[in-house]
């Protein structure tokens, strides 16, 4: 078998292998980045304003989002309005290199890497993992509930806008994402995360409860609670929090992605299509960065702008 760490066709170019071997692992990051940074400052000086706007017109990661800014300001506020109880986060459209990879085990290759030893947020969840393990380094009782709503770019490439249907057609390169997370030390019989993953739940519908009154309905909600055979016991516990009515299914968890055995998601529906737009879950990844096996997180996203994109005019 070759080694899937071994150059193949991104290496065309290079004298040989061990050139490859000398950027990629041995070059002191410093001087990588300032070799990268002088390639890409020679690299502009060729482009010219005709390359530059036929690129702006064509290229999925440039073109601005098809909603208006005042509407998509409108759901944040209404959002942010319905996470009163979290503490609202703006976060830098930067977080370190590796980010999701190192952490979620996603491919570096879906991620728009960056220089400085950068790449652009793809997911806040991982970027405020980072941050509830910092401030519990500094104070680790705390119990932290953050939330934001930022831009962010995914490069795994979607089909042409003329190939795409149904809730695909809205589907982009960026798009706003609202977030929530809970951090802290586990209590007794999972308290935290039972508690944490219902006031993430609760928070959301509260949050489409705004959107409807912004214009922007949302019908037939459904939620899904899905754990490991582990941890299923705490799925009642979770379920009693929601309110009577709610369609709720439970189901087995079997995505290696939610570390810690827990998964939630809230579909609505839209014309025949019944889609989940917002997914939640419990994670190891402040246990793991601040090396105590007691921090549980828990966190949960909505693509934001999928609802007054699906849901209401502009």
Request: aromatic residues 6%; charged residues 25%; hydrophobic residues 45%.
């Amino acid at each position: 078998m070759s080694d899937p760490s071994s150059p193949g066709w991104q290496a065309h170019g290079l004298p040989d292998a061990s050139a490859f071997a000398a950027l990629a692992r041995e070059m002191p990051a410093s001087s990588l980045w300032s070799l990268l940074l002088a390639v890409l400052e020679q690299r502009a000086k060729t482009r010219g304003l005709p390359e530059l706007l036929r690129q702006w017109e064509n290229d999925d990661f440039t073109t601005p989002a098809p909603i208006d800014q005042r509407t998509l300001m409108r759901v944040d506020r209404r959002l942010l309005e319905a996470a009163a109880d979290f503490e609202a986060v703006e976060l830098s459209p930067l977080t370190p290199l590796g980010t999701c990879s190192a952490m979620a085990l996603a491919s570096q290759n879906k991620i728009v890497s960056a220089l400085r030893g950068t790449e652009v947020v793809s997911d806040p969840t991982n970027a405020l993992a980072l941050e509830c393990a910092r401030r519990l380094r500094l104070t680790p009782e705390a119990v932290l509930r953050l939330a934001t709503s930022q831009r962010v770019v995914r490069a795994q490439r979607l089909p042409p806008l003329a190939q795409r249907s149904g809730p695909m057609l809205h589907f982009r390169q960026h798009f706003r994402m609202f977030v929530l997370c809970t951090a802290g030390r586990e209590v007794k019989d999972h308290g935290l995360v039972v508690s944490a993953l219902s006031e993430h739940i609760l928070t959301h519908l509260r949050g489409l409860d705004l959107l409807a009154e912004e214009g922007f309905p949302t019908s037939d909600r459904a939620l899904r609670l899905l754990a490991t055979k582990e941890r299923a016991p705490l799925l009642d516990r979770i379920a009693a929090h929601c309110p009577s009515g709610l369609r709720i299914e439970k189901d087995l968890l079997t995505h290696s992605y939610y570390s810690s055995g827990l998964r939630f998601l809230i579909s609505v529906r839209k014309d025949d299509f019944e889609m989940p737009i917002i997914d939640g879950g419990a994670f190891d990844w402040v246990s793991r960065l601040s090396a105590n096996r007691r921090h549980i997180f828990v966190a949960s996203g909505l693509g934001s702008q999928l609802i007054p994109a699906m849901f209401g005019s502009q």
